[in-house]
């Protein structure tokens, strides 16, 4: 679906990873866990190539990404590649300004050019099954942490993505709404969805885990990969 051969990356002089190789199985959840710092977000990035790589090659969706490829080569490829995957953001990243309703339709109508009546239908039916199918008409602003990442979830979910990545998705959420948010993910799962995960909380991340990827070993060390 999504495979990672040979990935380096670096900041400021610092490797966070290299020779790391990842395959991404349709139908299984893939957990990234590693203390602070280790690049858990920065490698779900270069998964859709929201970050560009240094070294090693990303392919996917009939596309082929090596590190260093020219600009215009790069976005045709990486604009495919997003096109398959669906992003949970840290931090939700709703639009305040719109209700939940349209914040789950704007990507299939403005990137996919859906109509608005299929639009909306198909937004009710992922609200209905993230559990927020009563607050279409509410705007960010009145959710909670956890009522906005089931949203954020749903809206990743509005252009049918082949992979949905999700970063951190309880990170700074009450019990209660962590409980919520991963009984979604883990209906998601069932459902036979393929999911990947960034957490810092290796407990939550080996539950939901069918495979788990660890960062934050010696420099310039691959990841360690390991079945849950």
């Known amino acids: 679906m999504i495979e990672l051969r040979g990935i380096g990356k670096s900041f400021g002089g610092r490797t966070l990873f290299r020779g790391l ?3 991404l199985v349709p139908g299984t959840t893939t957990v990234i866990l590693g203390r602070s710092g280790s690049g858990k977000s920065t490698l779900l990035r270069i998964v859709n190539q929201l970050e560009r790589h240094d070294e090693g090659t990303v392919r996917g969706a009939g596309v082929e990404i090596p590190a260093g490829l020219p600009h215009r080569q790069w976005l045709r490829a990486a604009t495919a590649l997003r096109r398959r995957t669906g992003m949970v953001f840290q931090g939700f ?26 639009a909306e239908a198909r937004a009710r039916e992922l609200l209905e099954l993230v559990g927020m199918g009563l607050a279409a008409n509410r705007y960010p602003a009145r959710l909670s942490g956890g009522e906005a990442q089931r949203v954020a979830i749903a809206r990743a979910l509005a252009t049918e993505p082949e ?24 209906d998601l799962e069932k459902r036979g969805f393929t999911l990947v995960i960034v ?30």
């Open 93 to 118: 990243q709703l639009f305040p300004h719109l209700t939940v309703l349209d914040n789950v339709t704007l990507a299939p109508r403005v990137v996919h050019r859906l109509p608005r009546e299929p």
């Open 199 to 228: 957490t810092h909380d290796p407990d939550l991340g080996r539950d939901l885990a069918d495979r788990v990827v660890e960062l934050g070993g010696p420099a310039g060390a691959g990841a360690a990969l390991q079945p849950a």
């Open 163 to 186: 992979v949905l990545l999700l970063d951190e998705p309880t990170s700074a959420l009450d019990p209660a709404s962590t409980f919520d948010v991963v009984r979604v993910i883990a």
């Open 21 to 23: 190789d990842l395959e």
